[in-house]
């Protein structure tokens, strides 16, 4: 009976029970401030958990070492080696007592803090302060999960016949597109899906290069009339196979077989993926014989490489496919994107004007046909875009492909194309970046991201982007360019040069290489290689320096002819012939705004407005020199407070105040452009007479000297010799 009294005084008497009190306290208070740290660390939930483990171990043990030991003036000692008259503990019970009230108070203090913080209104508050970021974060964490993310490897043709692999191929895209309509899903671009095809690669590396966690992959193998399908989906953290089908199918069922597979896939995620809402596929778009479909899916892959011979063979197999079956609009659709692809601005050799009207009665055929087809919308959207005044009607097309097919990357590029078109280039950057985020090895994608962080200052962006995707595609062509864009817009077209020449060895009629190669030859000073491989509207500007205008004229009158009026405009401006140029205007358009509508500032300086604002004003027409000078005013304000910074807006700019009689905005402009990396071996007023008001000045003549020394230094990088004034 006397037991358990002893006992617990024995526990008092020796401070058990204050060494417990102080150790639940303190271990709470360590585990709050551990559990606020670690969770701004970002540190996984097992850290936690062992810390609390830890201390949860750490209680008996404590209370164990309390009886067992007794703290003395000589320091820690066994309880039993104590001599109870020299015993201390109610001094060292005191002392508990002290920090026990001193523990609480902390305790007492970091509840009231934390229930402050933590209180409703403070939430709110955060919730509104941090709704932008917090969602982002959440659109991030939801992407990097591995539950709604997949990519379509192209599947494995095990044909004995090579040739048979675009069918495969084909059988991949299908899949993938339709994947693409499942709004919750993220789905890897085609492009980057297919970066991969033919190499064993490790699907963790897959995985984290295209963003995603879950994998499709498969294999096609076709003998006679009959193919065999399989799939499987696979997860890409630990290669765990979810699922895996094979379809035995007669080929005049291939498009069953693919509405089988891609509704099979969904209803998979949705079973391993926590909310995702799966819909009832649709069937095809359309349906025709194999031979018709197989030379369909066989001209898109070629299409899709971008290069002339290979487009012109795609064009040859859809005139084929469309004499089998005049129904099948997926091929006219696609025959109508060859044409306008083939035009000399992009990959072929046609004028403008005669792939315009080519490619526009295919895409009209595929809408009669088939009106709610994605590709044949996507197809007259680029159509539209191209062409003067009609960039809005352009992009409600691309939109309305988009809706059909979110997963339709080229209508995403041309619809940015259209944006910068209109000098909307802040959200042509934003739909850039996003079809890089989606497909980052597709190269108009890339390209036009990289030109556009460049268009805004930001190499640094457009370095990061490089290193990403050139490990993927070496020797790429589309890559050098973005290269070369980059150090032309640092004013290293010296560093430019060389890639763009290895680049047009593969693709010699890419406009857009030859475009911006011409433009390296224009800055160095190389005007005989100008009028050899230079584009025809650089050609108008060599022929200028080389004192040779009437050639000049023949040209820019060419390029007028096909609707590239620009050339001619500057032409007549930089050889003084105002009144004709004033002729033309005045021919062509009852106004500036009729002008304005059709040949809107791309965001990049409003330079043709700026001829004729000149032109204006030498033959004495005030009022249409205002009208001018006021929607060039506009026009740079917009690119401004877009943020651009680019050494040819600036250029322009200078030009703007050179002809508003505002030296000193002027000359801080063109100072500016030349810090940038400005390059011009030729003197600013020989191709924009508006600067001659700058002769003379001192300020003037050494930005000349610099740009001078800037052009000679490019040409001795290249092997050149220099240029004197």
Known sequence: ?????????????????????????TAWLLAQVADLMLENFQAPDWVIQAILVVLIIGFPLALIFAWAFELTPEGLKKEKDVDRSQSIVHK????????????????????????????PANEAADGLAQSDSGVAAEASSSEKSNAKSIAVLPFVNMSSDAEQEYFSDGISEEILNALAKVKELKVAGRTSSFAFKGESQDLRQVGEALGVEHILEGSVRKSGSKVRITAQLIQVDDGFHLWSESYDRELTDVFTIQDEIATAILEQLKAHLVGLETAPMPAAAQRTDPVVYEQYLLAKQRIYERKRLSIESAAELLDKAIARDPEYAPAYAQRGIAALLLAERNYGEMTNAEANAQGKLYLDKALQLEPNLAEAWAGLGLYHVNRPTEQRTGLDALEKALAINPNLIDASNWLQVGYSELGEVSRALEIVEDMVERDPLYPPGF???????????????????????RPFLPGDPQVMQAEANTWMSLGKPSMAQPLLEKALETQPTDGVLRELYGWTLMQTGQYERVLQEGHRWHKVLALNVLQRPEEATMIAQELAGEGMVWPLIGHLASTREYRKLVEFVESRWPDLATLEHEYPDTGAGYGMMLDIALAYSVVGKQALFEDAMARIRAAHDRSVQQKIQDQFFLLTDARYYALAGDREHALRQ????????????????????????????????????????????????????????
């Open 1 to 25: 009976m006397n037991t358990t009294p002893g006992f617990i005084e024995e526990l008092k008497r020796r401070n058990v029970v204050r060494v417990g009190v102080v150790y639940l306290i």
């Open 92 to 119: 060292t019970g005191h002392t508990l007592d002290r920090t026990i009230i001193a523990i609480l108070v902390v305790a007492l203090a970091y509840f009231v803090w934390e229930s402050r913080f933590n209180s």
């Open 447 to 469: 390209a036009n991201a990289v030109n556009s962080y460049n268009g805004f200052g930001q190499q640094e962006k457009s370095w990061a982007l490089l290193d990403r995707i």
């Open 670 to 725: 063109l100072a500016e452009a030349v810090d940038m990396g400005l390059v011009l071996a030729t003197p600013l007023s020989a191709i924009w007479p508006e600067l001659e008001v700058l002769a003379g000045d001192p300020e003037y003549e050494t930005i000349q000297a610099q740009l001078l020394d800037h052009a000679n230094g490019e040409r001795e990088a290249l092997g050149l010799q220099p240029i004197s004034t």
